[in-house]
C-alpha cells in the first residue's frame, strides 16, 4: 500500500479538481492506488467539478456579512458565481454563500487567502467544489474584501437584495468610517455612502489612489479634444486641468455629488457628520462587488444549439 503523501494528494487534485481534502480521504480509502481514487471520487460524484471547471460562471450571489466589536466592527463582502441565475434561488447556493461571507470576517488578506481558509472541517475552496458536485454547476469564489475599524463603524448596502434576505444580492458595497463619535451616527453615515458608491460606481476612494495610468489616458483625450479645438496652447491647457477637475469629480468618491443632495460632496457629507459629532471622521476604505463584472459572457444562440442537436437547420 502506497504512503498517502501531501505530493501524491496534490497530483490527485491536479488530475481531478477536487479538493485536497476529499482527495487525501480517496487515497486513504483505496491503498494510496491513484486511479482507484479516481474512481472513488467519481463514484462520490465529486469529480464532476472538475468537467464543469471551464464553464464561464457569470451569474451567482454577492453576500456581505458584519460584525460589532466594542467600538469597532469588522465587515466582509464576497462574490459566488454560477452558471445560472436560477442557482441564485437556490436555498443551498444561498447559504453557502451566505457562511463564506461570515467567514471572511476572520480572514485577513486576499481571496486566495479565503479560499484556503479553514471551513466546515476542511477549506472554503473544498466546500466550494462541494457544491459544484452537489448542484451541478460550475461556481467560483471570485472576490473577497474585508475592513476591519477601531473605533468607528462599518456601512453595508446590498442592491438587488433576494426577498427575504437582505444581506444577499446583485451589488454589494462596505464603506469603512473611522471616528470616535456615537457609532450609530457613523454607522449610518457609512451606509448612505455605500448606497450613494452602488449607484455611482468609484474607481477609487480620494484622488491620489486613482491609477495613473488612467488619469494619462484621460489626460490624452482631453489634450487631444483641446487641440482640435483650434484653442490657443493657454487655453487648452487650462481647458484640459479643468476636465480632469471633472474627471476626478466623477471617478473619485470623495469628490462625487452626493446622489441624495447634489448640493454637497461625499467628502462634505464627511465634514458635516464630523462637525455635528464634534470629533474627526475619516473614510478609510470601500469596496463595491457587481456580480458579474469584467467576466465575459457566452452568447448563446438558443435556435443555433437546437439545431445542433437535432441536426434540423435553424
Known amino acids: 500500500m502506497a504512503e498517502v503523501t501531501a505530493t501524491l494528494v496534490k497530483a490527485l487534485r491536479e488530475k481531478s479538481g477536487v479538493g485536497m481534502m476529499d482527495c487525501k480521504k480517496a487515497l486513504q480509502e483505496t491503498g494510496g492506488d491513484m486511479e482507484a481514487a479516481i474512481d472513488w471520487l467519481r463514484a462520490k460524484g465529486l469529480s464532476k467539478a472538475a468537467k464543469k471547471a471551464d464553464r464561464v460562471a ?28 436560477f442557482v441564485a434561488r437556490n436555498e443551498t447556493f444561498q447559504a453557502a454563500a451566505r457562511n463564506i461571507a461570515g467567514a471572511a470576517l476572520d480572514v485577513a488578506g486576499d481571496v486566495e487567502a479565503l479560499r484556503a481558509a479553514p471551513f466546515a472541517g476542511a477549506t472554503v475552496g473544498d466546500a466550494v467544489t462541494h457544491l459544484v458536485a452537489t448542484i451541478g454547476e460550475n461556481m467560483v469564489l471570485r472576490r473577497s474584501a474585508r475592513f476591519s475599524v477601531s473605533p468607528g463603524a462599518i456601512g453595508a448596502y446590498v442592491h438587488g437584495a433576494l426577498a427575504g434576505a437582505p444581506d444577499l444580492g446583485r ?34 476612494l480620494a484622488v491620489e489612489d486613482l491609477d495613473p495610468a ?101
Do not use: C
Not at 64 to 78: D, E, F, K, L, W
Not at 246 to 263: G, H, I, N, S, T
Open 58 to 85: 457569470a451569474e451567482g450571489i454577492v453576500a456581505v456579512a458584519s460584525r460589532v466589536g466594542g467600538a469597532g466592527m469588522t465587515a466582509a463582502v464576497i462574490e459566488l458565481n454560477a452558471e445560472t441565475d
Open 171 to 204: 451589488i454589494g458595497v462596505l464603506v469603512a468610517v473611522e471616528g470616535e463619535g456615537d457609532q450609530d451616527t457613523l454607522r449610518e453615515l457609512a451606509r448612505n455612502i455605500a448606497l450613494h458608491a452602488a449607484a455611482t460606481a468609484p474607481l477609487s
Open 214 to 314: 488612467a488619469v494619462e489616458r484621460e489626460r490624452a483625450i482631453f489634450t487631444e479634444q483641446s487641440i482640435a479645438s483650434g484653442k490657443p496652447p493657454s487655453v487648452a491647457e487650462k481647458m484640459v486641468e479643468g476636465r480632469i477637475r471633472k474627471f476626478y469629480e466623477e471617478a473619485v468618491l470623495l469628490k462625487q455629488a452626493y446622489v441624495r443632495d447634489p448640493a454637497v460632496t461625499i467628502e462634505g457629507l464627511v465634514v458635516q457628520t464630523a462637525k455635528q459629532l464634534g470629533s474627526p471622521v475619516k473614510v478609510v476604505g470601500f469596496a463595491r462587488v457587481a456580480l458579474g463584472e469584467g467576466v465575459e459572457k457566452e452568447a448563446s444562440d438558443f435556435a443555433a444549439d437546437v439545431a445542433a442537436m437535432t441536426g434540423a437547420t435553424p
